[in-house]
C-alpha cells in the first residue's frame, strides 16, 4: 500500500513564517510517521518548496523551513482556498437562463 503523500503536501503549509521545524513534530502533527514525514519532506525539498538541514544540537533530526517558493505556494494556496469558500450570490432566474419567455 502505498503511503498517502497530501498530509506532507499540507505539512508546507503548517511550517511556520519565521521558524523552522523538525521531521519528528510534523509527523506527530499530521498523526504519520517519521519516516512518512521524511519522505514527503524529501519530495518537498526536491521541488523547492522547503529546505532541510541537519540539526546541529541532534544530528539525527532534520530541521525543514519553507523557501520563498515555498512560501509563495502556500499564499496562493490560501487564496484560492479563501475564493473558494467564499460565499457566492444567488442567480435570479434571468440570469441562469432558466427564465421563462
Not at 22 to 39: D, E, G, H, V
Amino acid at each position: 500500500m502505498r503511503p498517502n503523500p497530501a498530509p506532507t503536501r499540507y505539512a508546507a503549509g503548517r511550517l511556520p513564517d519565521r521558524r523552522a521545524a523538525t521531521a519528528r513534530s510534523l509527523a506527530t502533527y499530521l498523526r504519520i510517521n517519521k519516516p512518512a514525514a521524511t519522505r514527503g519532506l524529501d519530495r518537498l525539498e526536491e521541488l523547492n518548496l522547503v529546505r532541510l538541514e541537519i540539526d546541529c544540537r541532534d544530528r539525527r533530526s532534520i530541521i525543514a523551513g519553507r523557501t520563498a517558493a515555498g512560501a509563495a505556494m502556500v499564499e496562493r494556496l490560501k487564496a484560492a482556498l479563501t475564493q473558494s469558500l467564499a460565499p457566492t450570490p444567488m442567480l435570479s432566474a434571468s440570469q441562469n437562463g432558466s427564465g421563462s419567455g
